[in-house]
Each structure stands twice: as structure tokens, then as C-alpha cells.
Nanobody, 122 residues
């Protein structure tokens, strides 16, 4: 049974930082591209960042480029999202997702976590 468990969300002031983690189990982690998505209240879920199998390639939404950094530790089956210079518009539930094989922009993800809430106060 595949599980993706996010952690690290919380309340932070604008300009602050948070680091999200997503621990994966039940899959061969290094065979999966990993991504972070988010859904703000009343809005559709949107792509935030993704990382290739080895971690050598990373991809970002324009809205977070330069502020967020995705990384992975294949030995720990964990993917991270370092979020700096947070803005109130970053407030959302953040979801971790996995896709078998290489990352393909816009392609469906195979597995999803349940999400962790990030709230940025102004």
C-alpha cells in the first residue's frame, strides 16, 4: 500500500519560511518523479514544483520560482519543499504526489498524500 505523508505545515508570518516534508512508503521511491501541488480555499489545485528521479532536474511554477526549492533524499524516501519569503497568497493545503517514471509537465500523478495546511498571515 502506497502512502505519502506530508508534514511541516503551519502558521507563519509573511516573509517567513517553512520546510515541508513528504515521506513515501510502499513504492520504490527512486523510480518516481515527485511533485508538490497546492489548493487554496475556493480555488483549483495547482502545480507548485516537481523533481526528477535522481533530483538532478527541478521545475517550478512561476509564482514560486526563486522562493521555493524542491529536493529529495532517495535514501530516506522523502521529498522536501523549502519555502522562503512566504506571502499570504501562498496560503493553501499543500499536497505531495508521485508519478512513476520521469517527470512530464501536466501529466497525471499516480499517488497523492492527504495534504498539510500552510497559512501565511499578513
Amino acid at each position: 500500500q502506497v502512502q505519502l505523508v506530508e508534514s511541516g505545515g503551519g502558521l507563519v508570518q509573511a516573509g517567513g519560511s517553512l520546510r515541508l516534508s513528504c515521506a513515501a512508503s510502499g513504492l520504490t521511491f527512486w523510480n518516481y518523479a515527485m511533485g508538490w501541488f497546492r489548493q487554496a480555499p475556493g480555488k483549483e489545485r495547482e502545480f507548485v514544483a516537481a523533481i526528477s528521479l535522481s533530483g538532478g532536474g527541478s521545475y517550478y511554477a512561476d509564482s514560486v520560482k526563486g522562493r521555493f526549492t524542491i529536493s529529495r533524499d532517495n535514501a530516506k524516501s522523502t521529498v522536501y519543499l523549502q519555502m522562503n519569503s512566504l506571502k499570504p497568497e501562498d496560503t493553501a493545503v499543500y499536497y505531495c504526489a508521485a508519478r512513476r517514471g520521469r517527470y512530464v509537465s501536466g501529466a497525471a500523478m499516480d499517488y497523492w498524500g492527504k495534504g498539510t495546511l500552510v497559512t501565511v498571515s499578513s
